[in-house]
Protein backbone atom coordinates (compact mmCIF):
# COMPACT_ATOMS: atom_id res chain seq x y z
CA UNK A 1 0.00 0.00 0.00
CA UNK A 2 1.45 3.48 -0.64
CA UNK A 3 1.92 5.61 2.28
CA UNK A 4 -0.18 9.07 1.84
CA UNK A 5 1.99 11.52 0.10
CA UNK A 6 2.95 14.21 2.95
CA UNK A 7 2.23 17.83 1.64
CA UNK A 8 3.00 20.28 5.04
CA UNK A 9 6.57 20.86 5.24
CA UNK A 10 6.03 20.99 8.94
CA UNK A 11 5.06 16.85 8.72
CA UNK A 12 8.51 16.20 7.23
CA UNK A 13 10.89 14.86 8.99
CA UNK A 14 14.16 12.96 8.52
CA UNK A 15 12.74 9.52 9.47
CA UNK A 16 9.88 9.86 7.04
CA UNK A 17 11.90 11.43 4.29
CA UNK A 18 14.32 8.17 4.59
CA UNK A 19 11.29 5.44 4.42
CA UNK A 20 9.98 7.35 1.61
CA UNK A 21 13.23 7.50 -0.30
CA UNK A 22 14.85 4.66 0.26
CA UNK A 23 15.47 1.50 -1.08
CA UNK A 24 15.50 3.86 -3.98
CA UNK A 25 14.13 1.36 -6.19
CA UNK A 26 11.54 0.87 -3.60
CA UNK A 27 9.66 -2.63 -4.43
CA UNK A 28 9.85 -2.85 -8.23
CA UNK A 29 12.89 -5.14 -8.59
CA UNK A 30 10.94 -7.31 -6.12
CA UNK A 31 7.59 -7.18 -8.21
CA UNK A 32 9.67 -7.83 -11.44
CA UNK A 33 11.60 -10.60 -9.62
CA UNK A 34 8.32 -12.79 -8.87
CA UNK A 35 6.14 -12.22 -11.69
CA UNK A 36 9.07 -13.15 -14.12
CA UNK A 37 8.30 -16.88 -15.58
CA UNK A 38 11.83 -18.45 -16.37
CA UNK A 39 11.58 -20.35 -20.08
CA UNK A 40 12.45 -24.23 -19.54
CA UNK A 41 15.91 -24.48 -20.31
CA UNK A 42 17.01 -21.16 -19.20
CA UNK A 43 18.04 -19.53 -16.11
CA UNK A 44 17.17 -16.01 -15.05
CA UNK A 45 19.28 -13.61 -12.92
CA UNK A 46 19.43 -9.90 -12.08
CA UNK A 47 22.19 -8.02 -10.61
CA UNK A 48 21.70 -6.51 -7.07
CA UNK A 49 24.99 -4.31 -6.97
CA UNK A 50 28.34 -5.21 -5.46
CA UNK A 51 28.71 -9.28 -6.34
CA UNK A 52 25.15 -9.76 -5.35
CA UNK A 53 23.16 -11.71 -7.47
CA UNK A 54 19.58 -13.72 -7.34
CA UNK A 55 19.10 -16.57 -9.36
CA UNK A 56 16.05 -17.53 -10.22
CA UNK A 57 15.16 -21.42 -12.54
CA UNK A 58 12.65 -22.68 -14.57
CA UNK A 59 11.78 -24.76 -11.55
CA UNK A 60 11.14 -21.74 -9.81
CA UNK A 61 14.23 -21.95 -7.63
CA UNK A 62 15.46 -18.91 -5.77
CA UNK A 63 19.11 -18.20 -4.92
CA UNK A 64 20.29 -14.97 -3.04
CA UNK A 65 24.06 -14.58 -3.43
CA UNK A 66 26.51 -11.86 -1.69
CA UNK A 67 23.28 -9.62 -1.39
CA UNK A 68 25.17 -6.52 0.61
CA UNK A 69 22.36 -4.39 1.51
CA UNK A 70 24.77 -1.80 3.75
CA UNK A 71 27.18 1.12 2.98
CA UNK A 72 30.70 2.42 3.24
CA UNK A 73 31.97 5.25 4.92
CA UNK A 74 29.47 7.91 6.29
CA UNK A 75 31.77 10.24 8.20
CA UNK A 76 35.08 11.02 7.87
CA UNK A 77 36.15 10.22 11.60
CA UNK A 78 39.18 11.13 12.40
CA UNK A 79 40.45 10.50 9.13
CA UNK A 80 42.98 7.56 10.20
CA UNK A 81 41.66 3.60 9.23
CA UNK A 82 40.58 1.05 11.78
CA UNK A 83 43.75 -0.41 12.85
CA UNK A 84 44.71 -3.62 11.34
CA UNK A 85 42.52 -3.32 8.57
CA UNK A 86 43.09 -5.51 5.47
CA UNK A 87 43.65 -2.55 3.47
CA UNK A 88 45.97 -1.34 5.69
CA UNK A 89 48.19 -4.38 6.19
CA UNK A 90 48.34 -4.49 2.65
CA UNK A 91 50.09 -1.24 1.91
CA UNK A 92 51.06 0.09 4.87
CA UNK A 93 48.69 2.83 4.68
CA UNK A 94 46.75 4.93 7.80
CA UNK A 95 44.66 7.48 6.33
CA UNK A 96 40.83 6.80 5.58
CA UNK A 97 39.97 6.50 2.16
CA UNK A 98 37.13 7.49 0.84
CA UNK A 99 35.54 4.37 0.06
CA UNK A 100 31.57 5.61 -0.19
CA UNK A 101 28.92 3.25 -1.33
CA UNK A 102 27.82 4.47 -5.09
CA UNK A 103 25.31 1.95 -5.93
CA UNK A 104 21.80 1.91 -5.40
CA UNK A 105 19.32 0.06 -3.52
CA UNK A 106 17.69 -1.94 -6.20
CA UNK A 107 15.86 -4.45 -3.87
CA UNK A 108 13.91 -4.13 -0.58
CA UNK A 109 15.53 -7.08 1.05
CA UNK A 110 12.49 -7.16 3.85
CA UNK A 111 9.87 -7.70 0.76
CA UNK A 112 11.69 -10.35 -0.56
CA UNK A 113 9.92 -13.60 -1.12
CA UNK A 114 10.67 -17.29 -2.05
CA UNK A 115 14.20 -17.19 -1.27
CA UNK A 116 15.14 -20.92 -1.31
CA UNK A 117 18.77 -20.26 0.36
CA UNK A 118 21.51 -17.29 0.74
CA UNK A 119 24.38 -18.28 -0.25
CA UNK A 120 27.74 -16.16 0.54
CA UNK A 121 31.36 -16.20 -0.75
CA UNK A 122 33.29 -14.93 2.06
CA UNK A 123 33.58 -12.82 5.48
CA UNK A 124 33.84 -9.29 4.41
CA UNK A 125 31.27 -7.12 5.23
CA UNK A 126 30.57 -6.29 1.71
CA UNK A 127 29.21 -9.59 1.12
CA UNK A 128 28.21 -11.12 4.34
CA UNK A 129 25.52 -8.59 6.04
CA UNK A 130 23.35 -8.97 8.59
CA UNK A 131 20.76 -6.74 7.47
CA UNK A 132 20.00 -9.61 4.04
CA UNK A 133 20.42 -12.22 6.71
CA UNK A 134 17.73 -11.22 9.02
CA UNK A 135 15.76 -10.34 5.74
CA UNK A 136 16.11 -13.38 4.45
CA UNK A 137 15.40 -15.67 7.48
CA UNK A 138 12.04 -13.38 7.77
CA UNK A 139 10.23 -14.50 4.34
CA UNK A 140 11.98 -17.88 4.42
CA UNK A 141 11.39 -18.98 8.06
CA UNK A 142 12.48 -22.52 8.63
CA UNK A 143 12.99 -23.29 5.34
CA UNK A 144 15.76 -21.37 4.13
CA UNK A 145 19.05 -22.37 3.96
CA UNK A 146 22.13 -20.29 4.73
CA UNK A 147 25.18 -21.66 2.65
CA UNK A 148 28.91 -20.10 3.17
CA UNK A 149 32.28 -21.22 4.18
CA UNK A 150 32.96 -22.15 7.88
CA UNK A 151 33.57 -18.45 9.17
CA UNK A 152 30.71 -16.91 7.25
CA UNK A 153 29.06 -19.67 9.20
CA UNK A 154 30.15 -18.82 12.41
CA UNK A 155 29.14 -15.36 11.88
CA UNK A 156 25.64 -15.96 11.38
CA UNK A 157 25.37 -17.92 14.11
CA UNK A 158 26.56 -15.45 16.42
CA UNK A 159 24.05 -13.39 14.92
CA UNK A 160 21.23 -15.74 15.54
CA UNK A 161 20.68 -17.68 12.38
CA UNK A 162 19.63 -21.08 13.56
CA UNK A 163 22.78 -23.57 13.20
CA UNK A 164 20.49 -26.25 11.75
CA UNK A 165 19.56 -23.64 9.03
CA UNK A 166 23.18 -23.48 8.07
CA UNK A 167 25.50 -25.46 5.76
CA UNK A 168 28.92 -24.92 5.79
CA UNK A 169 31.07 -25.70 2.10
CA UNK A 170 34.57 -26.00 1.89
CA UNK A 171 36.34 -25.97 -2.29
CA UNK A 172 34.73 -29.56 -3.47
CA UNK A 173 31.26 -29.79 -1.32
CA UNK A 174 27.90 -30.13 -3.33
CA UNK A 175 24.44 -28.70 -1.95
CA UNK A 176 21.36 -29.53 -3.29
CA UNK A 177 19.13 -26.50 -3.13
CA UNK A 178 15.54 -27.92 -4.71
CA UNK A 179 16.54 -27.58 -8.50
CA UNK A 180 19.88 -26.06 -8.37
CA UNK A 181 23.00 -27.92 -7.57
CA UNK A 182 25.97 -25.42 -5.80
CA UNK A 183 29.20 -26.38 -6.49
CA UNK A 184 32.05 -24.78 -3.82
CA UNK A 185 35.37 -24.47 -4.94
CA UNK A 186 38.68 -22.54 -3.98
CA UNK A 187 38.37 -19.26 -3.33
CA UNK A 188 41.74 -16.71 -5.09
CA UNK A 189 40.78 -13.83 -2.57
CA UNK A 190 44.13 -12.81 -1.05
CA UNK A 191 42.90 -9.65 0.48
CA UNK A 192 41.12 -12.48 2.45
CA UNK A 193 44.91 -13.90 3.63
CA UNK A 194 45.44 -10.80 5.04
CA UNK A 195 42.34 -10.18 6.71
CA UNK A 196 42.24 -10.98 10.75
CA UNK A 197 41.27 -9.34 13.98
CA UNK A 198 42.88 -5.89 15.48
CA UNK A 199 45.74 -6.70 17.36
CA UNK A 200 47.13 -9.54 15.74
CA UNK A 201 50.68 -9.58 13.77
CA UNK A 202 50.46 -10.88 10.29
CA UNK A 203 54.51 -10.68 9.45
CA UNK A 204 56.55 -13.52 9.50
CA UNK A 205 53.27 -16.02 10.21
CA UNK A 206 52.33 -18.65 7.78
CA UNK A 207 49.04 -17.05 5.94
CA UNK A 208 45.40 -17.92 6.86
CA UNK A 209 43.77 -21.26 5.06
CA UNK A 210 41.36 -19.89 2.52
CA UNK A 211 39.03 -22.63 2.93
CA UNK A 212 37.03 -21.27 6.02
CA UNK A 213 37.77 -17.54 5.00
CA UNK A 214 36.22 -17.75 0.95
CA UNK A 215 34.98 -20.06 -1.73
CA UNK A 216 33.62 -19.93 -5.08
CA UNK A 217 30.77 -21.07 -6.17
CA UNK A 218 29.17 -22.81 -9.43
CA UNK A 219 25.16 -22.74 -9.48
CA UNK A 220 24.26 -25.40 -12.00
CA UNK A 221 20.82 -25.28 -13.26
CA UNK A 222 18.59 -26.27 -16.13
CA UNK A 223 19.40 -23.80 -17.80
CA UNK A 224 23.11 -23.58 -17.51
CA UNK A 225 25.79 -22.87 -15.08
CA UNK A 226 26.92 -19.95 -13.43
CA UNK A 227 30.25 -19.71 -12.17
CA UNK A 228 30.29 -16.93 -9.17
CA UNK A 229 34.10 -15.75 -8.29
CA UNK A 230 33.17 -13.60 -5.31
CA UNK A 231 36.65 -11.21 -4.85
CA UNK A 232 38.89 -13.70 -5.85
CA UNK A 233 42.21 -11.76 -7.53
CA UNK A 234 43.34 -13.84 -10.66
CA UNK A 235 44.50 -17.53 -10.54
CA UNK A 236 46.44 -19.51 -12.94
CA UNK A 237 43.60 -22.33 -11.19
CA UNK A 238 41.02 -20.53 -12.97
CA UNK A 239 41.82 -22.70 -16.27
CA UNK A 240 41.62 -25.66 -13.81
CA UNK A 241 38.31 -24.66 -12.82
CA UNK A 242 37.17 -24.40 -16.46
CA UNK A 243 38.56 -27.91 -17.58
CA UNK A 244 36.43 -29.99 -14.82
CA UNK A 245 33.41 -28.07 -15.10
CA UNK A 246 30.99 -26.77 -17.91
CA UNK A 247 30.85 -22.98 -17.35
CA UNK A 248 28.07 -20.41 -18.89
CA UNK A 249 28.50 -17.48 -17.69
CA UNK A 250 31.13 -16.17 -15.09
CA UNK A 251 31.16 -13.20 -12.57
CA UNK A 252 34.24 -11.93 -11.86
CA UNK A 253 35.08 -8.65 -9.24
CA UNK A 254 36.46 -6.16 -11.42
CA UNK A 255 37.83 -2.62 -10.52
CA UNK A 256 40.66 0.03 -11.33
CA UNK A 257 42.73 -0.57 -8.22
CA UNK A 258 44.51 2.70 -6.39
CA UNK A 259 48.14 2.95 -6.38
CA UNK A 260 49.98 0.26 -4.52
CA UNK A 261 46.90 -1.34 -4.03
CA UNK A 262 46.13 -5.17 -5.31
CA UNK A 263 42.07 -6.15 -4.74
CA UNK A 264 40.41 -6.05 -8.01
CA UNK A 265 40.77 -8.20 -11.43
CA UNK A 266 41.14 -5.53 -13.86
CA UNK A 267 40.21 -5.68 -17.63
CA UNK A 268 43.20 -7.70 -18.93
CA UNK A 269 42.68 -10.24 -16.24
CA UNK A 270 38.88 -10.35 -16.56
CA UNK A 271 39.61 -11.42 -20.39
CA UNK A 272 42.59 -14.08 -19.29
CA UNK A 273 39.88 -15.29 -16.22
CA UNK A 274 36.79 -15.71 -19.04
CA UNK A 275 39.66 -17.51 -21.44
CA UNK A 276 40.68 -19.76 -18.29
CA UNK A 277 37.05 -20.82 -16.78
CA UNK A 278 36.51 -21.62 -20.73
CA UNK A 279 33.33 -19.48 -20.13
CA UNK A 280 30.71 -18.33 -22.66
CA UNK A 281 29.57 -15.34 -21.36
CA UNK A 282 31.94 -12.78 -19.07
CA UNK A 283 30.48 -10.20 -16.81
CA UNK A 284 32.70 -7.77 -14.65
CA UNK A 285 30.69 -7.11 -11.24
CA UNK A 286 31.78 -5.48 -8.07
CA UNK A 287 33.54 -2.08 -9.86
CA UNK A 288 29.75 -0.48 -9.49
CA UNK A 289 30.03 -0.47 -5.70
CA UNK A 290 32.87 1.87 -4.58
CA UNK A 291 34.02 5.77 -5.22
CA UNK A 292 37.28 4.78 -5.15
CA UNK A 293 37.49 1.72 -7.37
CA UNK A 294 35.24 2.67 -10.27
CA UNK A 295 36.48 1.51 -13.66
CA UNK A 296 34.87 1.97 -17.26
CA UNK A 297 33.25 -1.52 -18.22
CA UNK A 298 33.72 -0.40 -22.12
CA UNK A 299 37.46 -1.13 -21.69
CA UNK A 300 36.56 -4.75 -20.84
CA UNK A 301 34.21 -5.02 -24.44
CA UNK A 302 37.05 -2.77 -26.22
CA UNK A 303 39.83 -4.94 -25.62
CA UNK A 304 38.12 -7.83 -26.61
CA UNK A 305 37.42 -6.06 -29.48
CA UNK A 306 40.94 -6.15 -30.17
CA UNK A 307 42.10 -9.77 -29.20
CA UNK A 308 39.17 -11.99 -29.90
CA UNK A 309 40.27 -12.97 -33.39
CA UNK A 310 44.02 -13.56 -32.95
CA UNK A 311 43.45 -15.22 -29.59
CA UNK A 312 40.13 -17.21 -31.12
CA UNK A 313 38.14 -16.42 -28.16
CA UNK A 314 35.21 -18.22 -27.54
CA UNK A 315 33.46 -16.02 -25.24
CA UNK A 316 31.85 -12.80 -24.50
CA UNK A 317 31.66 -10.25 -22.45
CA UNK A 318 28.54 -8.25 -20.51
CA UNK A 319 28.24 -5.32 -19.71
CA UNK A 320 25.40 -5.17 -17.16
CA UNK A 321 23.65 -2.33 -15.00
CA UNK A 322 22.86 -2.57 -11.06
CA UNK A 323 19.28 -3.98 -10.84
CA UNK A 324 19.09 -5.54 -14.39
CA UNK A 325 17.99 -8.90 -15.60
CA UNK A 326 19.70 -11.87 -17.76
CA UNK A 327 18.01 -14.23 -18.99
CA UNK A 328 20.53 -17.46 -20.41
CA UNK A 329 21.15 -18.23 -23.12
CA UNK A 330 18.30 -16.32 -24.08
CA UNK A 331 20.13 -13.08 -23.91
CA UNK A 332 23.63 -14.66 -26.03
CA UNK A 333 24.40 -12.16 -28.27
CA UNK A 334 23.84 -8.83 -25.77
CA UNK A 335 27.08 -7.01 -25.56
CA UNK A 336 25.89 -4.38 -23.10
CA UNK A 337 22.89 -3.84 -20.99
CA UNK A 338 20.18 -1.27 -20.76
CA UNK A 339 17.04 -0.91 -18.28
CA UNK A 340 14.01 -1.51 -20.31
CA UNK A 341 13.25 1.77 -22.19
CA UNK A 342 9.26 1.56 -22.32
CA UNK A 343 7.14 3.47 -24.70
CA UNK A 344 6.24 0.13 -26.50
CA UNK A 345 2.68 1.19 -26.41
CA UNK A 346 3.06 4.75 -28.31
CA UNK A 347 0.52 6.03 -30.43
CA UNK A 348 -1.69 3.00 -29.20
CA UNK A 349 -4.73 6.05 -28.23
CA UNK A 350 -4.58 9.32 -29.74
CA UNK A 351 -2.06 11.89 -28.76
CA UNK A 352 -3.43 15.39 -26.81
CA UNK A 353 -1.38 17.89 -28.41
CA UNK A 354 -2.67 21.17 -29.67
CA UNK A 355 -1.99 20.03 -33.51
CA UNK A 356 -0.66 17.22 -34.81
CA UNK A 357 2.72 18.27 -35.94
CA UNK A 358 3.81 20.18 -33.19
CA UNK A 359 6.04 17.37 -31.85
FE1 LIG B 1 34.05 -7.09 -1.96
Known amino acids: MMSEKITNVNDV ?46 ENTNIVCDLWCGSGKRTHGDGKMRAGHQMMRMSGVNNVQQNLRISPFVIDPFKMKNVDALVVTHTHSDHL ?82 DPLAVNYLFETSGGNIYHAGDSHYSNYFAKDGNENKIDVALGAYGENPRGIQDKVTSVDILRMAEDLKTKVMIPVHYDVWSNFQADPKEI ?59
Open 129 to 210: DINTAAAVLKQGGKDVKFIGPAEVVKMWIKWGVPADQTITVKPGDEVQVKSVKIKAFQAYDRTELVTAPVGETLKGKMPQDM
Open 13 to 58: TRENWILSTFPEWGQWLNEEIENTTVPENNFTMWWLGNTGLWIKTH
Open 301 to 359: VELWKMKKDRLDYKFQPFIWQVGGKYTYPQDVGKIEYHYPRGFEDVFTKEPDLPFPSLL
